[in-house]
């Protein structure tokens, strides 16, 4: 039997917890779905509408996970566990400073964010209710990004993995006792995942304070490194508001083409977000090797283990497209028994199938530079491929373009970023050594 190699071996280590805990965590909201459901349909409706304000709060502070880690992992390479542990602290405080902001300045918002994603009358006060409460469990978010992203710079994927579980686990529980048990309604719901939350994040700053203390680093708010902390994010802030625009402007396209279009298109998105949930596995893996080798002043074995990651994703890939294939005439039988819906998402699945591969590789490259660091260079470059697709996007609605057209507008935004990314990796401008980049 085929025993893997030293490098797989490692990749594998960081890359399966990663995947475990990436699959969990939108666990949160589905669970939450699935209570809050028995209620009726307008407070399910609520839940989606606050769920979606929520998750792009989130989804934009997602640098503090990703920033955190290649800056921790830089000092773990060069052999600093203070300094790598004394950075992570920095990443935590910034969190801990962000969440508090959106609490304060989000509280008063509230209708207004309800009524940008159009609720009706009827749905509007369970989402505004939902959101209040929600709202409070913001700062443990936050601050469970930057702990995951201190402990994956640390090499170590398996606790945010236990906990991920964890949190999801109490958060079914509370849910159920607090909605069905006690007939708290939506306001339930909210306040069971907030303890959840809160909680899993406790769990962090004891682990990363048990760090702390093991390597003699201060745990005390550091004004400079908290400055250099957010400094560092912007960069990646604006990569991911980037990837956000994507995402929002292919739905509001597939919304305007039809009802039978936006059903279409949601299914095949869940498909291709479930894929990419192992390929952001890799990536992750990628950001961990790659800040620590490039903090151990070991260029060649960046460039080794880039080769040995790309190939993984492309791999992956290849193995996702077969598996969508295979399983495509029959899937659509899951979601709808509308015939023009079903053929829509047959066609639409060919598309997502044959962009495995291309996504296997942006994921991975995208993961190896934010993991050196270069995140100056991803914000021009996925601005660069937004500002491509979005018009190409707004003429296939424009020139009665079908669901397929939009797909294949993002396979272009998908070739334009694996073209840019390809481009940066074969030179040496991002392969910074040392502690600091």
Request: charged residues 10%; glycine residues 14%.
């Amino acid at each position: 039997m085929l025993r893997p190699a030293p490098r797989d071996r490692e990749i594998l280590r960081l890359a399966l917890p990663a995947f475990g805990a990436l699959v969990a965590e939108p666990l949160f909201l589905l669970s939450d779905s699935a209570i809050v459901g028995r209620l009726g349909t307008a407070p399910l409706g609520g839940l989606g509408v606050a769920g979606q304000a929520l998750a792009t709060l989130v989804y934009l502070c997602v640098f503090l996970a990703y920033g955190t880690t290649a800056g921790v992992a830089r000092r773990v390479g060069a052999g600093d566990l203070r300094a790598a542990v004394r950075q992570g602290v920095d990443g935590m405080w910034l969190a801990l400073l962000i969440g508090a902001v959106l609490v304060a300045a989000g509280r008063p918002l509230v209708p207004w964010l309800v009524g940008l994603f159009g609720a009706s009358a009827e749905v509007a006060p369970y989402a505004e209710t939902y959101l209040r409460v929600s709202l409070f469990g913001i700062p443990g978010m936050l601050l469970m990004l930057a702990g995951t992203g201190v402990l994956r710079g640390l090499q170590d994927t398996r606790t945010p993995l236990v906990v991920s579980v964890g949190g999801f686990s109490a958060n079914l529980a509370l849910n159920v006792l607090f909605v069905l048990g006690f007939g708290w309604g939506i306001g339930g719901s909210a306040a069971g995942t907030v303890i959840a939350q809160t909680g899993g994040a406790a769990v962090y700053v004891v682990v990363v304070l048990r760090a702390a203390r093991r390597y003699g680093a201060p745990v005390r708010p550091d004004v400079a490194g908290v400055r250099a902390a957010a400094s560092a994010g912007v960069a990646l802030l604006v990569r991911t508001a980037a990837l956000r625009v994507v995402l929002i402007v292919g739905t509001a396209v597939a919304a305007r083409m039809g009802d039978a279009e936006i059903a279409a298109y949601q299914v095949g998105f869940q498909v291709w977000t479930l894929a990419a949930f192992a390929l952001d596995a890799i990536a992750i893996a990628g950001q961990a090797l790659t800040g620590r080798h490039l903090g151990a002043a070991d260029a060649a074995e960046v460039r080794a283990v880039t080769r040995r990651m790309v190939g993984w994703g492309a791999a992956c890939g290849v193995v996702f497209a077969g598996g969508i294939l295979a399983v495509r005439s029959w899937l659509p039988d899951l979601f709808t028994g509308d015939p023009r819906v079903r053929a829509l998402l047959l066609a639409s699945l060919l598309v997502v199938a044959v962009l495995q591969p291309v996504a296997g590789v942006v994921f991975v490259l995208d993961g190896i530079l934010i993991g050196a660091g270069d995140g100056a260079y991803l914000a021009v470059t996925t601005l660069a491929a937004t500002a491509v697709f979005v018009p190409v996007a707004l003429g296939v609605h424009a020139a009665g373009g079908g669901l397929v057209a939009l797909w294949l507008a993002i396979g272009l935004w998908m070739l334009v970023r694996m073209a840019t990314l390809a481009l940066r990796a074969r030179g040496d401008a991002w392969l910074v050594t040392g502690a600091v980049r």
